[in-house]
């Protein structure tokens, strides 16, 4: 673990690693069946809770039906926007299809991080790996990014930003905020 000396020093060594950046790649990712599966795992579905449903059933179904538009609208993906369009596009269609499975409704947020987790194993699969849209990928605020977040802004900025993330803050906490 590097401990930055400084805003600067920190800015150097990140903005330095980015540039050999290679996403990871799962050999064992060669389907789309397989990407699917692989793509949001139980604590997902757990959190979803449905009582007359499965929710990995519920996903699963849709990715199915989606994933072939969702990969050719990736592969034709050409800035931010484009890609933004395509998150909601396919968050709003997740949110369809659940509610017309379930009768319940689902949050955007949750839904959102969904689709994002399946563009995610879509980017770890050689087969299916779409380079083009790395840049405009969306980083999920949950404990892994938000853990390290809390100790740069309070720890390590000079700066005092009035703002407290906990020290166990998950998606959870942004939901709250």
Not at 74 to 81: G, K
Request: hydrophobic share 35%.
């Amino acid at each position: 673990m590097h401990i930055f000396e400084n805003i600067d020093d920190a800015i150097l060594r990140l903005t330095n690693h980015s540039k050999n950046f290679h996403f990871p790649t799962r050999q064992n990712l060669i389907t789309s069946n397989d990407i699917i599966k692989f793509s949001v795992q139980q604590n997902i579905f757990r959190a979803l809770g449905l009582d007359n449903h499965k929710p990995s059933d519920v996903y699963r179904n849709w990715a199915t039906a989606n994933f072939e538009n969702l990969h050719t609208q990736l592969t034709s993906c050409q800035n931010e926007n484009e890609f933004d369009l395509i998150i909601k596009t396919h968050t709003d269609s997740f949110l369809n299809s659940w509610w017309t499975t379930t009768s319940k409704k689902l949050v955007y947020g949750p839904a959102s991080k969904i689709v994002n987790l399946l563009i995610k194993a879509i980017q770890e699969s050689n087969q299916y790996k779409v380079d083009s849209i790395i840049r405009f990928q969306h980083v999920p605020w949950d404990s892994y990014t938000l853990r390290p977040l809390r100790k740069i802004i309070n720890e390590l900025a000079d700066t005092n930003y009035y703002i407290n993330i906990p020290t166990t803050a998950a998606m959870s906490y942004v939901n709250s905020t």
